[in-house]
Nanobody, 121 residues
Framework: QVQLVESGGGLVQAGGSLRLSCAAS????????MAWYRQAPGKQRDLVAR???????NYADSVKGRFTISRVNAKNTVYLQMNSLKPEDTGVYYC???????????????WGQGTQVTVSS
């Protein structure tokens, strides 16, 4: 069994910062891609940022220059540093990871439970 547990969401004023964390735990052999998605009220879940196991990254255009994704492989943990937050960044942020489980060969995709980020104007 593999779990992704997020933390760090909350309420912040526009222009402020938040840092999200997501730790993968369980019977894990390896964690490949890790990512953050965002779902605003009434909208679909969209990719915010993704990081490969070697550190390559890609970002949604709307967050480039403001958000930074990083990871610590030894801890199976991914972070999202969010600066210069805007009201349109409001939503539930979900962690996502491709995990190779112990004793398995292929990777499985997992989601966290989500953490609410609210940016007030």
């Amino acid at each position: 069994q593999v779990q992704l547990v997020e933390s760090g969401g909350g309420l912040v004023q526009a222009g402020g910062s938040l840092r999200l964390s997501c730790a993968a735990s369980g019977s894990i052999s390896r964690v490949d891609n890790m990512a953050w998605y965002r779902q605003a009220p009434g909208k679909q879940r969209d990719l915010v940022a993704r990081i490969g196991s070697a550190g390559s990254t890609n970002y949604a255009d709307s967050v480039k220059g403001r958000f930074t994704i990083s990871r610590v492989n030894a801890k199976n943990t991914v972070y999202l540093q969010m600066n210069s937050l805007k009201p349109e960044d409001t939503g539930v942020y979900y962690c996502n990871a491709d995990v190779v489980r112990s004793g398995s060969y292929g990777s499985y995709n997992y989601w966290g439970q989500g953490t609410q980020v609210t940016v007030s104007s």
